[in-house]
C-alpha cells in the first residue's frame, strides 16, 4: 500500500524488519514509485519499470548497437534514422512509412518549418515526434520541445507514441492537460523534461506561473490546428507562441486551412515546407460514403437496424448533449451495448466510457463534436451521423474517425429535407456529389461501390 504522503516509510505489518520503502514519483511516466531511500528533491526517481528499461538502453555495447542497425535497417528505408529509433518503430509493428511520415520527417530534420495537411489516422504523430526525439539533448535539462494538441485525449494519445522512443535516448516527457490537479505537473516540470505534451489551457498556465520556461525551445508543435480554432484555443496558442524563442522550428498539422491557420503560418512560420499527401483529404478513399434521405420519425429505427446486421465498433454522432444522452438511452433500452459522451460527462466518467469503448466492450458510442474531439482510436468500423454536422468541416472532422491507416472505413449519413442546404455546403466542401438513397425499412443493406463524380469549383 502506497503512503498517505511522499516520504513516508512503508513496512509490513507481518515483518517489521522488512526494509521501508517511500512513495515517489517517476520522473518518466509519472505514475507512483516506491523507492528504498528517502526522496530528496532534485534527485531523480524511476519506476521500476522505467528503471530497468533505462539501465538496459545505458548497457548497449558497441557491437549491440551495430547488431541491432543491421536487424532493423529495413526500418523506414530510404530515411536516415538512428538506430534507437529504427527499433523503436519496429517494437511498434511498423516498418514503411505512410505517405506524411515519408514526406516530413526528411523536411524536418533539415530543420524546415512545416503545415501539414493531414487528418488525424495518416501516421502524423510519428512523423513530427520522430525528429523531436533525434534533435533533442538528453543531458539538457531544459524544454526542448513542446506539443499542443485540443483536447486531453488527444495529448495522452501523442505521449503513447512518443514516450517509446523517448526512453530510448533518456528523455524525458511530461504531461499538461486541465481537469485536475496542476502540483503533480508543476512537480514534473520543476525536474527539467526535454518535452512537454499538453493542452493550450494549461500549458499557458504553468507558463505564467513560472513552472514551464520555454526559452530554450528547439521545437514547437501545433497539432490538429483548426480543432483548436473551433474549441477557442486561437488566443492562448497566440500567447504561447510568443513566449517561445523566434528562432525555434515550428509545425503545424491542419486537416482544414481556415484564414486563422494561414495567418498563423505567416506570421509565425518561417519559409514553411507545405505537405500535404492525401489526394483527396476531405473524403479519404478508404471511406465508404452511404447517404440515406430519410424521415425524421424512421432515424432512430434505421439507426436500430444498421448496428444489427454489421459488426464493428460503431461512433454515433448527434448534434446536442441532450439528443446523444437520450438516443444513447433508447438504444440501451433496446438491448444494444451503447452509452454517451457529452460536454457535462465528469472526466472520470468519461474515461470510463472511452477505456470501454476503446478496448472493444463497448459497442457502439454515442457522442456530440465538442465530446468527440481528439478522439483518435483505431478501428472504428463506422461513424454514423445521425444529426448532419452544423459545417463542412465537421462533416471531415467525424467521418476521419474511420477509415485509419489503410483500413476500410464506413461514414453513413442521415439525411432529412430540412437538411439540404447544410448538404449542399458540404459537398462544394468536399468537392464530390455523394450518392444518395432512399431509406427502405425492409432493405436495411447499405449500397456499396458506387463512385461519386468531382464536382468543379
Known sequence: ?????????????????????????????????????????????????????????????????????????????????????????????????????????PLLQNGHDIIGQARTGSGKTLA?????????????????????????ELAIQIADVVR?????????????????????????????????????????????????????????????????????????????????????QTMLFSATLPSWITKTAQKHLRNPKTVAVDSNLHTPPDIEHIVYEINKADKLMALKALISQQSGPTLVFGRTKHGVKKLAAQLADCGFQAEAIQGNLSQNARERVMDKFRSGKLPVLVATNVAAR????????????FDIPDSPQLFTHRTGR????????????????????????????????????????KDTQPTIGRTAPTLHR
Open 1 to 105: 500500500m502506497l503512503a498517505e504522503k511522499p516520504g513516508t516509510p512503508q513496512s509490513s505489518p507481518h515483518n517489521e524488519s522488512r526494509q521501508a520503502t517511500y512513495k515517489a514519483v517517476c520522473i518518466s511516466c509519472g505514475e507512483a514509485a516506491l523507492v528504498p531511500f528517502v526522496p530528496i528533491a532534485g534527485k531523480d526517481i524511476y519506476c521500476s519499470d522505467c528503471f530497468r528499461l533505462r539501465k538496459q538502453n545505458g548497457l548497449l555495447s558497441k557491437r549491440f548497437l551495430k547488431e541491432e542497425e543491421e536487424k532493423h535497417s529495413a526500418i523506414f528505408p530510404g530515411i536516415n534514422l538512428m538506430t534507437t529509433t529504427r527499433v523503436s518503430i519496429a517494437k511498434m509493428g511498423i516498418s514503411v512509412p505512410t505517405p506524411i511520415q515519408e514526406t516530413a520527417i
Open 128 to 152: 513530427f515526434a520522430i525528429p523531436i526525439i533525434e534533435r533533442s539533448d538528453p543531458s539538457a535539462r531544459t524544454v526542448q520541445a513542446i506539443i499542443l494538441a485540443p483536447t486531453r
Open 164 to 248: 517509446p522512443l523517448a526512453d530510448r535516448r533518456s528523455l524525458t516527457v511530461t504531461l499538461t492537460y486541465g481537469g485536475h490537479s496542476m502540483d503533480p505537473e508543476k512537480r514534473m516540470l520543476h525536474r527539467g523534461p526535454q518535452i512537454v505534451i499538453g493542452t493550450p489551457g494549461r500549458m499557458l498556465d504553468h507558463i505564467r506561473q513560472g513552472n514551464l520556461v520555454p526559452k530554450h525551445l528547439k521545437m514547437l508543435v501545433l497539432d490538429e490546428a483548426d480543432e483548436m480554432l473551433d474549441m477557442g484555443m486561437a488566443q492562448d496558442v497566440e500567447q504561447i507562441i510568443s513566449a517561445t524563442p523566434r528562432a525555434r
Open 374 to 385: 481528439g478522439l483518435d482510436i483505431q478501428g472504428i468500423a463506422r461513424v454514423i451521423n
Open 402 to 441: 474511420t477509415g485509419r491507416m489503410g483500413r476500410h472505413g464506413q461514414s453513413i449519413t442521415f439525411l432529412m429535407a430540412d437538411d439540404m442546404k447544410k448538404w449542399q455546403e458540404i459537398e462544394l466542401f468536399i468537392a464530390q456529389r455523394l450518392p444518395r438513397q432512399r431509406w427502405n425499412p
